[in-house]
């Protein structure tokens, strides 16, 4: 289909302008780059499919959950999903009430996001279930005592306020590609001919779809608050030590929400730069996202520190266990830097780009590259004549490798502090490497709230090792199955509609025009600086 | 014609609302029943199988050697899926100074069952008898049950169970919950299909040293399994009986007397048991 269809899209382009060009360039090409990424991500999902099938004949057995840790990686994606499809409503809908302009060229991102997001995650306790073929019993003998049946029922509604509030604000480009992209496939003039509503254009019609957007957007935000809390209430309604909080609902939200911003973070980076998409998203949207991100990373930091400091003064009762294997224990390493890597160590990359201070590191000799890589390298040499003269000379060394290892650890130091300054200049860079560390420490945050509390219920096994968790391929394979699936369907919503909303954009640049750049509220910088 | 007050926009209207609060209580009265079965404990709402007794059960810690008996007698009786132990001897070690003990740990068929209300589906209910069930033709495995029981009272068939002929031959009641299958919860049920018959549970009956007492709270008696016959409230009142972890507020219907008073007369030292081995498992709180 490649060259007649390469032909044509490209008579079709040509009725396009040029803003119009770039963003449905990626609807309207399909080139190898698709069908490949495609392919890819389709494999991996394919092997968490084969995967659950054998967790279907052979039963939950084929997992690393037993008696004591009855749930394990599936709860901990679900978390992990549903906390990433916040960001949807926050973007949206906030930014949308508050009158914020710059958000035009990534709410849709973020609102995609959402989508895939709750598919996924809803997905995953059906595959936690030891009886999948009886879920529908959920609706056919559902009790509304059980936070279960609170989960259902606000991630079905949540579900389908946010295709509503993608489809929204989609019906004019829907009908933009139904107009100008005539020789697309038939199943897609399909889609984007139901889908676009019969828009045509009309100042009625627009204003219309004003309010239903602006209603949606006051809709939408309780029902996510709502959300996140009812799934943070699976654990916080039971009698479980290290669960039975009663800070687990903002908690929740507030990791969630941070998660789901830096994962717009990168969603705007990988988009920009694999679409072209510089001229829309530019340093300032960077900029205003990262304080964004600072913020609810600071607020789950601080919501971190309010729960556990409060319960580790005491270090009494049942929690203690829990709290001795977090702290010192078995996820020591885990919870420390999720704690100082996954949060405090992206804060700082989110300020980087602001303190003046940092370009003065450049001129200390010792971090420049040369010194560091010339220390690094004697360092090396000692390290590995250590074993050697320690034989040759009989004597105890010890001293000496301590001193080498704390050697190494400032070297390190130095190292990091000579990043600095370049990462300072890269402000997308220093922002995209703390989102990412946002991401994972999300994932990794919800492996700590739920894997210790089980392992430590009010009465433990003596013999510890009954009770440990320890992940199997199946759970793993199915883990990464979601994460693909989860891109999968991102990455073809970005190929079936413009990822940055066109009419929007173009609304929001008239609107600009007519004001006047010193009228608008956040001018769009004139020119990106290096990225 | 000129005086019609009443046009017939404004008269369907009228007639449309009194239509709407007419049906208002039969629409009401639809409503209730459906209401209550929503909110009632799912599918088997105030289950009275059991007939007029409210279960219960007295151990003495003080009588608990840690044999396993009543294990392994309850293993044997409820074929238990390999690993499960419904009624679990613990060794419980205190902080500091304070000594261990045994610590048998049935199910507590708490009067307030976290297991109970969290069940999304209603596959666990709590039958009038006072007995926790799991109806596990409907249960779907999702395991919130043994999150929220503060006991690790119940199990899960993580795999298909090995069977036997005289286990597959039984039709399924949610008294026995055999033949045991892949993917739902079990736990201890107090032997329903034993104490129908006026026979005890089957660890009761088992424990060589009577630690283990059953009985009715109606009846206000309790009988273990060596043939003693006590008075419940003055055994627990003079046993200074306790509940594990009341500040819970589980409400278990299983009492304990402590480890080291003697309430009770022994009727004859258990000087000889002859069921050895099966070390309780240790255990820290």
Known sequence: MTSIFRDSSKSVMGSLNAQEKVLLR?????????????????????????????????????????????????????????????????????????????????????????????????????????????????????????????????????????????????????????????NAPAWRRWIYKIFSFGWRGTPEQHARLERSMNTMAILILPIAVMVHTVVSWIFAMT?????????????????????????????????????????????????????????????????????????????????????????????????????????????????????????GLSRIRPLRPLPLAVGGAILFAISLATPFAQSFLGTDLSLLIAVLRVGVLMLAGLAVLSLLPWLQARPVTSFVIASALIVVQAWFKRFLIVVPVMENPFITEGNAALSLYRPTWVEWAITAGAMAGFLLIYFLLSRLVPIVSVWETAHAKSAETVAGPAHSPLPVPTSSPEV | MGERKVGRREFLKLVGAGAAISIVPTVGAKLAPLARSIFSRGPHPGDTGGGNHRWLMVIDLARCDGCGACTKACSAMHMAPPGQEWIKVYNLEHEGLAASHYFPRPCMQCDNPPCVNVCPVGASYKRSDGIVLIDQEICIGCRMCLAACPYSARYFNWTEPP???????????????????????????????????GMLPACVSACPTGAIFFGDENENAVTNGVGQTLQLSELLHEGAAHRHMEELGTEPRVWYLPPRTQPTSMPNEPSEILISGAEGVRVKI
């Open chain 1, 239 to 359: 009698l479980r030590p290290g669960w039975n909080s009663t800070i687990f609902g903002p908690y929740f939200v507030a990791g969630a929400l941070a998660s789901g911003a830096a994962s717009v973070v990168l969603a705007m980076a990988v988009f920009r730069k694999m679409y072209h998409l510089d001229k829309f998203i530019t340093l300032d949207h960077f900029k205003k996202m990262a304080v964004l991100v600072l913020t609810l990373d600071i607020l789950y930091l601080y919501l971190n520190i309010s729960e556990y400091v409060t319960l580790a003064y005491k270090m009494q009762g049942p929690e203690k266990a829990e709290l001795g294997e977090l702290f010192t224990g078995r996820f020591a390493g885990m919870f420390w830097t999720t704690q100082i890597v996954g949060l405090i160590v992206p804060a700082c990359l989110l300020v980087l780009p602001s303190i003046k201070a940092v370009t």
């Open chain 1, 26 to 182: 990626p609807v309207m090409e399909w080139g190898r780059g698709f069908y490949l990424t495609v392919g890819g991500l389709a494999a991996i999902a394919a092997v968490g499919v084969f995967a659950y099938f054998t967790q279907l004949r052979d039963g939950l057995a084929v997992t690393g959950m037993r008696d004591t840790v009855s749930w394990g990686l599936y709860i901990i994606n679900f978390v992990f999903f549903i906390g990433i499809s916040h960001v949807g409503a926050l973007l949206s809908s906030i930014l949308r009430l508050t009158g914020a302009q710059w958000r035009h060229p990534i709410t849709r991102m973020a609102e995609a996001i959402t989508f895939a997001a709750l598919l996924m995650g809803a997905l995953m306790p059906i595959v936690d279930l030891g009886r999948p073929e009886r879920v529908l019993n959920l609706i056919t003998n559902g009790r509304l005592q059980s936070p279960i049946l609170w989960d259902i029922l606000s991630i079905t509604t949540y579900l389908t306020g946010s295709v509503i509030f993608l489809l929204l604000p989609l019906i004019p480009d829907m009908a933009l590609l139904r107009d100008k992209f005539a």
């Open chain 2, 163 to 197: 069977h036997t002929e005289q286990e597959l031959s039984q039709s399924y009641s949610v008294e026995t919950n055999l033949p045991h299958r892949k993917g739902v919860a079990e736990k201890c049920l107090f032997c329903p299909a034993l104490t129908s018959q």
